[in-house]
T-cell receptor
């Protein structure tokens, strides 16, 4: 089954404790991205990757890091989480640039930072 | 002004009626437009995309695009309670698959 998986699905942590949210897709997609979703603000792109070792900032990259060492994986790293990073996070993948009509979202990770 | 604006709702319609969801965008150079459906606690699911002015129909869904007026709409015919969800409008900006999302309109279809 074609899918994007994220782990963990739910996470409660404390300010300053480094965490990683994993994202993996099994569709051999080139393009992957991370979004956060906050009430009244919609989804906002954090980082994206057009292929292995190619990443770039989205609209709200502050406080986040990413890496793309393998095509299937695109982890989101919060080096020192703060309460304003409490949000619902989605990973997404598309086959390639220009194929946004085939974007698949992961199930989401609800993060709470206290 | 937000790049993509939607009325937050809720939009309440009776079962069997037509639900009309609207979205305006500010970047006149936008070329691609998408409608996603998101059930509470779930991930967004693409239901329609449109690139050209006019209407595009897929089953009970019709997307309408008017680039001159910078709006895109989604009509849902014969609305069902299972259509109750938040509908997100998204506009592709500048290539590289970059989508700008509206905050969404909550639709409630009541029996």
């Amino acid at each position: 089954e074609a899918q994007v998986t994220q782990n963990p699905r739910y996470l409660i942590t404390v300010t300053g404790k480094k965490l990683t949210v994993t994202c993996s897709q099994n569709m051999n997609h080139e393009y992957m991205s991370w979004y956060r979703q906050d009430p009244g603000l919609g989804l906002r792109q954090i980082y994206y990757s057009m292929n292995v070792e190619v990443t770039d900032k989205g609209d709200v990259p502050e406080g986040y890091k990413v890496s793309r060492k393998e095509k299937r994986n695109f982890p989101l790293i919060l080096e020192s989480p703060s309460p304003n990073q409490t949000s619902l996070y989605f990973c997404a993948s598309t086959p390639r640039v220009g194929a946004t009509y085939e974007q698949y979202f992961g199930p989401g990770t609800r993060l709470t930072v206290t | 002004q937000k790049e993509v604006e939607q009325n937050s709702g809720p939009l309440s319609v009776p079962e069997g009626a037509i639900a009309s969801l609207n979205c305006t965008y500010s970047d006149r150079g936008s070329q691609s437009f998408f409608w996603y459906r998101q059930y509470s606690g779930k991930s967004p699911e693409l239901i329609m995309f449109i690139y050209s002015n006019g209407d595009k129909e897929d089953g009970r869904f019709t997307a309408q695009l008017n680039k001159a007026s910078q709006y895109v709409s989604l009509l849902i015919r014969d609305s069902q309670p299972s259509d109750s969800a938040t509908y997100l409008c998204a506009v592709e900006r500048g290539g590289y698959n970059k989508l700008i999302f509206g905050a969404g309109t909550r639709l409630a279809v009541h029996p």
